[in-house]
């Protein structure tokens, strides 16, 4: 794949990460939660979530792609980066060292967390260090970048992107060198509490403190839990902020 010729707005679109909902669902009304809850069975992993920025790598045969969420940053090679969020900086030397797929597209999805990123980056560090961690690593076919866009984003949001299973991953982050998003331990899900109040609890007692930590002066205060299957067929996120925000409301 040559990032000259190809449709970027295509590649953009197909390697974007998908929206992952809420366990217990958001009402849209007034972004509170509600009592429904995402369903899982069997196993469900449990990691950190890293209140940072959403990055991506971008692999192919003969290169890369720097991105955030939203947009292409930095091709392998390019004179001059997109700066946005210090991504690019923070990325490019992992980038130079992974092993290209010899064919498709293979997609790193890190946070990059720290510095001035976000308003949150002081519960990291206290000096202003900028660190990143894996969550997820996508195979793409390149065949889907021929396709309109609309058939893109759809299929992107309907879960078209084959995201590795947890052994996968953890061996992907192993052989590359990348630090993962902090494990929590696992969890039958009949044990997951059903309802707001009893999630709380749960979520505190979990993760009292961010153990993604840069440096002695971070403050420490985490974002929130990923619950996940180890086939990934199931995923959810539950941020301690929407589980106070909504238990304030009831009082």
């Known amino acids: 794949m040559d990032p000259r010729t190809v449709d970027l707005d295509a ?20 972004g509170g939660l509600l ?10 992993v449990l990691s950190e979530k890293v209140d940072g920025t959403n990055a991506r790598i971008i692999l192919f045969p003969g290169g890369y792609i720097l991105g955030s969420r939203e947009e292409l940053l930095y091709a392998r090679g390019d004179l001059i980066g997109n700066p946005a969020l210090g991504i690019v900086d923070a990325l490019r030397g ?3 060292r992974l092993t290209p797929p010899e064919t498709g597209l293979r997609v790193y999805y890190l946070e990059v967390y720290g510095g001035k990123v976000t308003g949150a980056s002081k519960e990291y560090t206290g000096s202003r260090a900028v660190g990143h ?19 893109i984003s759809a299929w992107r949001e309907d879960g078209g992107q084959a995201f590795l299973p947890e052994d996968e991953l953890v061996a992907a982050a192993e052989k590359e060198g990348f630090e993962r998003a902090p ?4 969890i039958d899900a009949a044990e997951l509490p059903a309802g707001i109040a009893g999630m709380q609890e749960f979520l505190a007692e979990l993760l009292p403190a961010t153990r993604a930590a840069l440096d002695d002066g971070a403050g420490g205060r985490p974002e929130g839990v990923v619950l996940r299957t180890p086939d990934r067929s ?16 009831r009082r």
């Open 94 to 96: 992992a980038a130079d």
């Open 11 to 30: 590649l953009n679109s197909a390697t974007k990460y998908p929206s992952i909902p809420t366990y217990h669902v958001l009402d849209p009304k007034n």
């Open 183 to 186: 494990r929590l331990g696992s």
């Open 133 to 151: 961690r894996l969550f997820d690593v996508a195979e793409v076919d390149a065949d889907v970048l021929a396709w309109p866009r609309p058939r």
């Open 35 to 44: 009592e429904e809850t995402v369903a899982f069975s069997g196993e469900v």
């Open 234 to 249: 199931a995923i959810a996120k539950a941020r301690f902020q929407d589980y106070r925000r909504t238990l304030k409301r």
